[in-house]
């Protein structure tokens, strides 16, 4: 028995508004519903993740996913929540983007299988290309009345806002374009429901509207909240910018990196929003979470969902282990199983300097490769205080005054890890 979608979307707190009527909708047969995606990148991030969480859990309850890529849409810009236009793309990147995205999206949406319900990748680019100007404000602007365009908030925003060069033709039509495509998706493949956020409802709904008045049919709009962080700070981003689900632009280690830091709160919120788990599952994990917090089990298992789903099981264990390696009692041995790449993200920020390798053949002077060959701490009398306080570690192991680094000491040939206590860390590379 398939599950009721509305109600997987409201135990997980994935609903914010739905139009009367979808549920009744959704519970006479198997129906198809829409979202789509800004192509304006060959790779999504995780603020895309919710929308695509929707569409799985869309599919998974029994219905047909359909992705749309805004080929068309991307070209233009829409002025939901934004302050700028964005930039024109030629179509061969276009294209190129779409099998990234597409390709993505297969981790979370079955487009292969032969069910009713495989999910569909299309891109808005393949029918208003041969539209012509006078054919879309003849065929369709005729249907909206500016007064209904104007009503909506993201028009209104931008037009009254302040500090703001106010809205181009171009981006006001936004919301057309995107009303034809719930319609064109309407006739063509019998669409009845275009989802997305919050801030998508306006354009949603001018598409249910054109849906009502050129096609005399009934077009149903369901959105999900925005996620936002508990300290403020907006979700999905990092330092770098925008956390990617392309390992080139984001490491699976960044990105495990980001959800095992999650707040306990945002913790409790996104392992509903970005996992299959079950309610009872959930429930479970977030009573023992609030019974020993320090354990952190709630973003241990977050973590561990969401990379092995977007990357791979395989990148979830190498993420954890270069995690756990700082804390590990065999640190030499374990840190040396990761590749330079990994050993690199693990320590990055962390200042380095460099010593020729031949000098490590007749023993590098501990004081030196503290002081004068790496300044790493001021002078020689703040080396030789801190190793007599016993605060000097060699890859985590503690080390004396008469210590002298070795080859022995360099991680894979090349690193060694020197910490003053346990929060200074700087990084010897032989050179």
Known sequence: ????????????????????????????????AYIGFDPTADSL?????????LLAHYQRCGHKPVALVGGATGMIGD????????????????RHNQEAIKKQLAHFLDFDSK???AAVLVNNYDWMKSFSFLEFIRDVGK??????MMAKDSVKNRITGEATEGMSFTEFTYQLVQGYDFLHLYRDMDCSIQMGGSDQWGNITTGTELIRRIAQGKGFAITCPLITKSDGSKFGKSEGGNVWLDSNRTSPYK??????????EDAEKYIKIFTFLEEEQIEALIEEHRETPHLRQLQKRLAKEITSMVHSSADFENAEKASQILFSKSFKEDIATLSEA???????????AEIPSSEFDAGVDMIAALAAKTNFLNSNGEARRALKENSISVNKSKVKEDYLLSHE??????YVVLNKGKRNTYIVKAV
Do not use: C
């Open 1 to 32: 028995m398939a599950k009721d979608f509305i109600e997987e979307l409201t135990w997980r707190g994935m609903l914010h508004d739905a139009m009367p009527g979808v549920e009744d909708h959704l519970n006479e047969t198997m129906r198809s």
């Open 342 to 352: 990994l050993f690199l993200e693990v320590f990055e920020g962390v200042p380095q």
């Open 255 to 264: 990105f495990y990196q980001y959800w095992i830091n999650s707040s306990d």
């Open 45 to 53: 991030h995780i603020g895309n993740l919710v929308p695509i969480m």
């Open 115 to 117: 069910a009713d319900n």
């Open 409 to 414: 000491d360099l991680i894979n040939g090349k």
């Open 143 to 148: 249907h909206i009345t500016v007064n209904y």
């Open 79 to 94: 002025p939901s929540g934004k302050s700028n236009e964005r930039n024109l793309l030629d179509e061969t990147t276009l």
